[in-house]
């Protein structure tokens, strides 16, 4: 934030990318402040930048204050991604109160002054509006299905039966406000719908009665905090069929789309339609958006760089927002004026009926017709002449009920232990409080219990806590889910002071022990998070277990931090679904899963990982596997159907509307890494690799070879290795991938009618290559082979055989799902071979590389005379300066000296004189050139003992071996005539390394 004004946004992809915005106010909230005396955060001072709830108010409430004094409606919106300040600027925490709450106050120290000829009425309203349903939060009864939304004529968009309450003191406000979030917070505990995902309207309309000229001064005052204006990644959610069915950010796309047609009107484009009537928040909010109304939008973004997107989304949308241009207009009414001309109008009606007789049945109408018009003036005077007197009076009796409640539940926390609501949202936590009173005391939905509680999985008797003698103790009753401290619990389980208790899915309390065993606890760690990494800890998830370890700078790595962050964000929403699926009778069962997505890197690269949920239905053992944005909007959509449930009303969908139900699909299973290095070397690879699940534990063992062989598919001999990869740089490489079996799956243990198939890419292939699918047989039968060639094998090839590894995924099929099968149009094809390394060449080339291979090899010998040539230069400039170094030692000595030293120049004489410099003088080169025939000894007795090992390892028992536990299918079982000679074979090994051993070190 630069001079108050302006917002720089860099990309932390490419610091250097930077975009700039302009706005009337930019403040700067995240760093450079300190707690006062009152506990409210203010400046550290005049170096900081911080702006605290005190300078907003000054810029931005006063303003609202002061249009409503001059009688302009005014409209206050806050948009922004969660977590990054709207609830905080519009209703603040403790201390740090925010506007709306300011607003109020200093309304109503304004109206203490009032003359004797004016009169101040203040009403106030709270609604919530939640999946497109409007929810009354000042009264008392739940309308099913939300009030409605009407229009009229003059009043416009207005809320039908919404509760406006009169009130002379912000005492009174501030006592509905607590009643609205006590509602609010009851509402979001059925479901856990925090109010990230709503839209809460409080609207405070403000009139001024000016007795003496016989008028009124009215100004409506919307404060609207927006629900948060998170995207869903189109990856997972994208093509889902139900994608477009989730109504839970309606609002905010009609809110959007309506901003920008009233900026585009503004800036003179001719618009057709503008939306309002899209969505209910912008019927409401209609006039002010693009009518009468000063209107303020606050624009909260987060300086954190992984909300880079939504941060540059949000000032884009307020970029657009501050284009749009209204019309306000002073609201005056004629208030004493009207009352006046409907008297008069009513002496003049009843004068003329005493004038009409009763003759006649033309008179006989008429006469009705002025009775009718009478008594709907008097109807219309009545009501505009109720006292405001009477109607204040009426508020205060219900607000003194309130009052003694509250004052209540101040003493019984000061006597009893209690347990209060630990929410998503800080704002709806500590709202509920549950008494623990001396005795037995149930707890569940039903109106019978003591503690009445709400929420998914919670049953009509769900618990009975003890108090006696000090002791407070919980006991599930009928296997109810009940857990404390993140471990669910089962018997009678004493609490101590700051347990954490859930009870259902997902109904979070602290438990606050006896005044005695309180202190100056400090109960704001023990937030949302801190529960559900409890649960994710008793998962056997945490961060240190999903590797993010330390970084040299020793802070955690941020990846793994945010995998971490998603799993626990989304236990309560899988056990929420869960539940869901258990009343709703669909017979699912949901698993959070982390994917290591290691498994589909050739390098292996590590603390690669995302969260996945597994889906299992549990009649006919189908699996699906949703990504995170997948599953959060299907269950948006569970919600949708389980609220209808909960109303009586009918649920049965479409089998393709339900989000429930999905088409099979094949599933990914696991993943080998399977390394090429051998192939650069041209020698055989027989692997027996492990494949892996997205945990790191063993789905099963494929059984794969990798064998260099001839343009005909004969397999090369061990005399074709190599000693240096370059040696194949230029030529053809004819190589086969042979999947022989894949042992002891255990998608197939789990459910015999499945089947499985194995898939895998190499290199530059733009497809991947699928075998056969096999159903029904656990230790499956594979047994193919793909012929691969490389007409003209690059560095680029060369340098990916040495370094990476081949991705052999295991694909578990269902029954009713689709094969997997590779596009054959993507495949280059030579000779009936599939063709690799072919990236910086067209097919039409390939015609010409089967004749270049005579130019390949002279580019070789031409390259190794380059080497050798460089060799000579290197020897050459050192015999000079030994040449020299010997000169200077001649001059410098006698005679005797010289006799001793005259035998080393002819040698060097000699050398310089012999046809095969190289050769001779360079004793390093003899010694690589002793060193690779070692090495390529080494490695052909290495295959022979190797290939002995594996025969071993592929050994599998007779049949009568089947009925043994599975835990024994993965030892090695010999028949009598090999046991004998295993450990000879293992002692020949064991010598032979040590022999290779001793010669290297040599």
């Not at 100004?219 to 204006?229: E, K, P, Q, R, Y």
């Not at 800890?537 to 277990?545: L, M, Q, Y």
Request: with cysteine; glycine share 6%; aromatic share 8%.
């Amino acid at each position: 934030m630069h001079s108050g004004t302006t917002t720089i946004i860099h990309d932390p992809k490419n610091p250097e990318h930077m975009k700039s915005f302009t706005f009337d106010l930019a403040y700067w909230s995240h760093s450079g402040f300190q707690r006062d005396k009152d506990g409210a955060l203010i400046s550290t001072g005049s170096n900081s930048d911080f702006a605290g709830q005190k300078d907003v108010f000054r810029d931005l409430g006063q303003g609202i204050l002061d249009s409503a004094w001059q009688g302009y409606n005014a409209t206050l919106l806050a948009y922004g991604q969660t977590g990054s300040g709207k609830s905080y600027s519009m209703i603040g925490y403790g201390a740090d109160k925010g506007i709306i709450p300011n607003v109020c106050e200093e309304l109503f120290k304004a109206t203490e002054n009032k003359e004797k000829n004016q009169q101040y009425q203040v009403t106030f309203s709270m609604l919530e509006i939640y999946n497109e349903e409007v929810r009354d939060l000042l009264s008392k009864t739940k309308k099913p299905r939300g009030l409605k939304v009407r229009e009229d004529q003059h009043q416009g968009f207005y809320v039908d039966g919404l509760t406006s309450v009169p009130c002379d003191s912000y005492a009174h406000i501030e006592r509905l406000m607590e009643q609205g979030i006590k509602a609010r917070t009851t509402a979001a505990t059925s479901m856990n719908a925090t109010s990230s995902r709503s839209h809460m309207v409080i609207t405070i309309q403000f009139k001024q009665v000016f007795l003496d000229g016989d008028l009124t001064k009215q100004s409506i005052i919307n404060l609207v905090d927006l629900a948060g204006s998170e995207r869903q990644k189109s990856s997972g959610s994208e093509g889902d069929r139900l994608r477009e069915g989730s109504r839970v950010n309606l609002s905010l796309t009609t809110l959007g789309n309506v901003i920008s047609a009233l900026a585009d009107v503004a800036t003179g484009k001719r618009v057709l339609h503008i939306p309002y009537r899209d969505s209910v928040l912008t019927r409401l909010l209609q006039s002010a958006l693009g009518g009468n109304s000063k209107t303020i939008m606050i624009a909260a973004i987060s300086p954190a760089d992984i909300c880079y997107e939504e941060t540059l989304s949000t000032l884009r949308y307020a970029e657009r927002t501050k284009k749009i241009k209204n019309k306000a207009v002073i609201n005056t009414s004629p208030t004493e004026k009207l009352i006046k001309q409907l008297k008069a109008e009513n002496n003049r009606l009843l004068s003329r009926l005493a004038g009409l007789g009763n003759s006649g049945r033309r008179v006989a109408d008429k006469t009705r017709e002025l009775e009718h018009l009478l008594a709907k003036n008097q109807a219309r005077l009545q009501t505009i002449q109720i006292t405001w007197e009477h109607q204040l009076e009426e508020a205060r009796k219900e607000w003194e009920e309130q009052y003694s409640t509250i004052t209540q539940e101040r003493q019984m926390m000061k006597a009893f232990p209690y347990l209060f609501n630990v929410n998503e949202d800080p704002q709806l936590t500590g709202v509920l409080k549950h008494f623990i009173q001396a005795g037995s005391s149930n707890v569940g939905q039903a109106a019978s219990n003591k503690m009445i509680l709400q929420g998914l999985g919670i049953s009509d008797k769900h618990a009975t806590f003890t108090n006696i003698d000090g002791e407070v103790t919980v006991m599930p009753q009928s296997k109810c889910r009940v857990v404390v401290n993140g471990v669910p619990t089962v018997t009678k389980t004493k609490l101590q002071h700051l347990d954490r208790v859930i009870l259902g899915s997902n109904s979070a309390y602290l438990y606050i022990g006896f005044p005695s065993e309180r202190s100056n606890d400090d109960v704001t760690k023990f937030d949302y998070d801190f529960f559900q990494s409890e649960l994710a800890a008793a998962e056997g998830v945490s961060v240190d277990k999903l590797g993010a370890g330390n970084n040299r700078d020793g802070k955690v790595d941020p990846s793994v931090l945010a995998v971490f962050q998603d799993y626990i964000k989304l236990i309560p929403l899988v056990a929420e679904a869960n539940q869901m699926s258990k009343e709703l009778r669909k017979g699912l069962t949901l698993e959070l899963k982390v994917k290591n997505l290691t498994s589909s890197d050739s390098k292996g690269y590590d603390l690669q990982k995302e969260v996945i949920v597994k889906v299992t239905h549990k009649e006919t053992r189908e699996v699906w596997i949703w990504s995170k944005a997948k599953f959060i909007n299907r269950k948006y959509l569970m919600e949708e159907i389980y609220r209808h449930f909960l109303d009586g009303e009918n649920i049965s969908v479409a089998q393709e509307d339900d989000p429930f139900w999905d088409p099979v699909e094949a599933i990914h299973l696991g993943s080998a890494h399977v390394w090429l290095q051998s192939l650069a070397y041209c020698m055989k690879l027989e692997e027996q690799a492990e494949l892996l699940n997205s945990e790191g534990l063993e789905e099963a063992v494929v059984l794969i070879n990798i064998i260099p062989c001839s343009s005909t598919g004969e397999a090369c001999s061990e005399d074709d290795m190599v000693i240096n990869p370059l040696e194949l740089l230029g030529r053809r490489i004819d190589f086969q991938i042979q999947i022989l079996k894949c042992l002891g799956v255990k998608w197939l243990k789990e459910d015999a009618r499945r089947g499985i198939q194995i898939g895998y890419k190499i290199y530059d292939l733009q497809t991947t290559l699928y075998t056969k699918s096999v159903w029904k047989t656990v230790n499956a039968k594979i047994e193919e082979t793909v012929h691969f060639v490389a007409l003209n094998a690059s560095h680029e090839f060369l340098n990916y055989l040495q370094k990476n590894a081949l991705i052999v995924d295991l694909w578990g099929l269902q029954e009713g799902c689709a094969e997997l099968n590779c596009t054959q149009k993507d495949l280059i094809k030579w000779e009936g071979y599939v063709m690799v390394d072919n990236m910086k060449t067209s097919p039409a080339q390939a015609a010409s590389w089967a004749t270049s291979n005579q130019m390949a090899d002279v580019y070789l010998k031409l390259l190794k005379l380059e080497q050798e040539t460089e060799l000579l230069r290197s020897m050459n400039r050192a015999l000079r300066e030994e040449n020299m170094l010997l000169k200077d030692s001649l001059r410098g000595c006698g005679t005797g000296q010289d006799h001793q030293l005259s035998n080393k120049p002819r040698i060097i004489t000699q050398l310089a004189s012999h046809k095969d410099v190289p050769q001779m003088c360079s004793p390093r080169t003899s010694h690589d050139a002793d060193f690779a025939k070692a090495l390529k000894v080494f490695y052909q007795r290495m295959n022979i003992v190797r290939g002995q090992f594996l025969k071993l390892r592929h050994y599998r028992p007779p049949v009568s071996s089947r009925l043994l536990p599975f835990s024994m299918s993965k030892r090695i079982f010999l028949p009598t005539h090999l046991a004998g000679s295993w450990k000879a074979l293992v002692t020949k090994f064991l010598l032979l390394v040590q022999n290779v051993k001793s010669n290297f070190c040599r």
